[in-house]
């Protein structure tokens, strides 16, 4: 309990005070294992190591007073014992005596000995401890402030990416324009807050612009080039789709962005004369289904922004009443399964034509439905896009 008190005290500054009762308790132990033990009392040396070795792990300082008043204590109760000042008497074992001041000296000898060691040991082990414990301190207090850091930069990432993702909404078309004798449909799923896809549906006086485009990689990079690429085409006269193509591509090499390319599709049609004009510039080509048959029409060309000077022939269909147009990226034929199938373009294609009974506007769901079936709720690895239009009769 003396022990207990003391440490309570030097918890709270009061130090030397803490030392009075552990002298006390040395004291009172020290008589009491002399008289019911002897001079050799393996109580003794089995007292003072416990002591030693508890008062270490505590304070330094107040552990050597302990273990050197220990000693002392027993130096000094073994010399009264053995000079006739204190009775010999052993409760423990009656018959044997006191000692005489040889085995005195040995046991105080090897008792010293073993409280040096026991001491020298627990406090090396302390410091161990104490080293491994600051440097374990410093390693969360290091991970907790790093951790905040990135909690900070993730929400400076997470507003970035959420201001890029609406500046990239904002190139997309906000409605699908209503056309006299046309329909429209168009699905947008971008695999990231922010996209590489793009699309656009516009009408300008008698022709109405289609195009699809697909920036390679995902992220703000990709959205960054597909924000120039759209805004290239702003100036541009369109209703050439081939002489468009051929002009942002130029744009684009002389801005340098290597490592980076687009694939893109772009089509004319004339409401007058029922034609789709397009260009592709390495982008898959329009599917055209005309009474359950289905059609892929072929287009040239090399992605945009890797090599200058390059030309995108045009080719021209023309469309009957009843024909359904669809322009898509690739994200959709490659949406794989969990067992790492793709989609493909066969079954896509089968899709289209086997859905004339479907609204064109109820296409995209259709084939959100089928992939997500298909790939059991697995994630995309790719934008899905796609564009679809409808002729319904004569236009007006």
């Known amino acids: 309990m003396a022990l207990i008190e003391t440490e309570v005290l030097i918890e709270k500054n009061h130090r030397w005070s803490g030392y009075i009762p552990a002298t006390l308790d040395l004291t009172v132990t020290t ?16 007292y003072f190591t416990l ?30 014992v053995l000079g006739g ?15 005489n001041w040889f085995e005195f000296g040995i046991f105080a000898f090897l008792v010293g000995i073993g409280l040096a060691s026991v001491h020298s040991v627990c406090w090396n082990f302390v410091k161990r401890n ?42 997309l078309p906000e409605t699908l324009p209503s056309i006299p004798g046309l329909e429209f449909a168009s699905l947008y799923v ?40 759209r805004i290239s085409m702003e100036r541009l006269d369109r209703r050439n789709p081939g002489s468009c193509l051929a002009a942002v ?53 090399k992605p945009i922004g890797i090599i200058p000077g390059l030309e995108y022939p045009e080719t021209t269909v023309t469309l009957l009443p009843g024909d359904r147009l669809f322009l898509f990226t690739d994200g959709i034929v490659e949406y794989r399964s969990t067992e790492g199938d793709l989609f493909g373009e066969e079954r896509f294609f089968n899709l289209l ?14 084939l959100m439905s089928a992939l997500r079936s298909f790939g059991q709720d697995h994630s995309a690895e790719d934008d899905i896009t796609m564009v679809a239009m409808e002729i319904g009769g004569p236009t007006q």
Do not use: C
């Open 51 to 80: 002591t030693a070795i508890g008062t270490t792990i505590q304070d330094r300082m107040y552990a050597l007073y302990v273990a050197i008043s220990s000693f002392l204590h027993y130096v000094v109760a073994s010399a009264l």
């Open 353 to 366: 034509r086997q859905n004339p009974q479907q609204s064109i506007s109820d296409i995209p769901a259709v």
């Open 85 to 99: 000042w204190l009775p010999t008497v052993n409760i423990l074992r009656p018959d044997v005596g006191a000692g």
């Open 130 to 171: 104490e080293v491994l414990l600051h440097k374990s301190q410093k390693l969360l207090e290091t991970v907790a402030s790093q951790e905040g850091e990135l909690r900070i930069r993730n929400s400076i990432i997470e507003k970035d990416l959420d201001l890029a993702r609406n500046i990239h909404v904002r190139l």
């Open 190 to 229: 971008p695999l990231d807050k922010v996209g590489g896809d793009l699309y656009e549906i516009r009408q300008d006086g008698r022709y109405v612009e289609l195009m699809v485009a697909d920036v390679s990689g995902h992220g703000v990079s990709s959205a960054f080039l597909a924000t120039i690429f």
């Open 249 to 301: 591509n130029e744009v684009l090499v002389s801005r340098s962005f290597r490592g980076f390319f687009l694939t893109a599709l772009l089509g004319i049609f004339d409401r007058e004369e029922n034609t789709f004009r397009f260009a592709s510039a390495g982008h898959p080509g329009p599917v055209l289904v005309r009474d359950g048959n289905l059609t892929e029409l072929q287009a040239g060309g």
């Open 31 to 46: 008589m009491a294992l002399l008289l019911t033990g002897g001079l050799g009392s393996p109580l003794m040396a089995g």
